[in-house]
T-cell receptor, first 115, second 109 residues
Framework: ETGVTQTPRHLVMGMTNKKSLKCEQHLGHNAMYWYKQSAKKPLELMFV???????ENNSVPSRFSPECPNSSHLFLHLHTLQPEDSALYLC??????????????FGPGTRLTVL | GQNIDQPTEMTATEGAIVQINCTYQTSGFNGLFWYQQHAGEAPTFLSY??LDGLEEKGRFSSFLSRSKGYSYLLLKELQMKDSASYLC??????????WGAGTKLIIKP
C-alpha cells in the first residue's frame, strides 16, 4: 500500500534538535491528520487539516508545529522535544472530514526517539 | 469524558473463532470503525457500522448495538496472519474519531 507515505521511518533526535516529519498522500483526499501513538495507549489526534486549512489542534504543545502547503503534503516540525514525546507518529488522510463510511488511510508512521 | 474500552490482549487458536468486544461512551455517535494494525505497520480499515446489526465481510464480521454502546469484531477460521492489534474507534458528534487502546490478538498453532 503506497497511498500514504511518510519519511523518515525512524528518527532519533536530541532535545535541542530541530527536525521535520513529512507525509504525502496520493489518493486525492482533501483531509489530512497527524496522530501520536504510544505503547498501549489510544491513538491521540494532534492536528487536522481540511483543504489545507487547520481545523483541529487538540491542545498540542507548541514544540510541535504542523504545516500543510497543499492537500497532498503535510509536515510536522519538531523542536526542543522531551523524552516523553518518543512515540510512533502516524499520518492519515480521508476524502473529507464529514460523516458516512469515509475511512482514514494511514501511512506507515515515523518511529521517533528523543534522547 | 469520552471513552472506548476494549481488552488489552486475547489469545486464540488457529482455525478457531474469536470475538473482540468494544464498549464506548462518546459525545454523540456517527459511526464505529474497526482497524487492524500489524506490529510496525499502519492501521488498515476493516469495517464500519452506523446502524444496529451485523456487517459481514468474508471471515470478519462486526456487530453494533447503539443503545448498549457496544460493538464486537468476530474473526472466523483464524489464520496466523490474523495476529495483530485490533483498534475500535467511534466518530463523535464533532466527526472526530475517538480511539480505543487496541486489542492485541495472539494466534497459536
Amino acid at each position: 500500500e503506497t497511498g500514504v507515505t511518510q519519511t523518515p521511518r525512524h528518527l532519533v533526535m536530541g532535545m535541542t534538535n530541530k527536525k521535520s516529519l513529512k507525509c504525502e498522500q496520493h489518493l486525492g483526499h482533501n483531509a489530512m491528520y497527524w496522530y501520536k501513538q504510544s505503547a498501549k495507549k489510544p491513538l491521540e489526534l494532534m492536528f487536522v487539516y481540511n483543504f489545507k486549512e487547520q481545523t483541529e489542534n487538540n491542545s498540542v504543545p507548541s514544540r510541535f508545529s504542523p504545516e500543510c502547503p497543499n492537500s497532498s503534503h503535510l509536515f510536522l516540525h519538531l523542536h526542543t522535544l522531551q523524552p516523553e514525546d518518543s512515540a510512533l507518529y502516524l499520518c492519515a488522510s480521508s476524502q473529507d472530514i464529514a460523516g458516512g463510511p469515509d475511512t482514514q488511510y494511514f501511512g506507515p508512521g515515523t518511529r521517533l526517539t528523543v534522547l | 469524558g469520552q471513552n472506548i474500552d476494549q481488552p488489552t490482549e486475547m489469545t486464540a487458536t488457529e482455525g478457531a473463532i474469536v470475538q473482540i468486544n468494544c464498549t464506548y461512551q462518546t459525545s454523540g455517535f456517527n459511526g464505529l470503525f474497526w482497524y487492524q494494525q500489524h506490529a510496525g505497520e499502519a492501521p488498515t480499515f476493516l469495517s464500519y457500522n452506523v446502524l444496529d446489526g451485523l456487517e459481514e465481510k468474508g471471515r470478519f464480521s462486526s456487530f453494533l448495538s447503539r443503545s448498549k454502546g457496544y460493538s464486537y469484531l468476530l474473526l472466523k477460521e483464524l489464520q496466523m496472519k490474523d495476529s495483530a492489534s485490533y483498534l475500535c474507534a467511534v466518530r463523535d458528534s464533532n466527526y472526530q474519531l475517538i480511539w480505543g487502546a487496541g486489542t492485541k490478538l495472539i494466534i497459536k498453532p
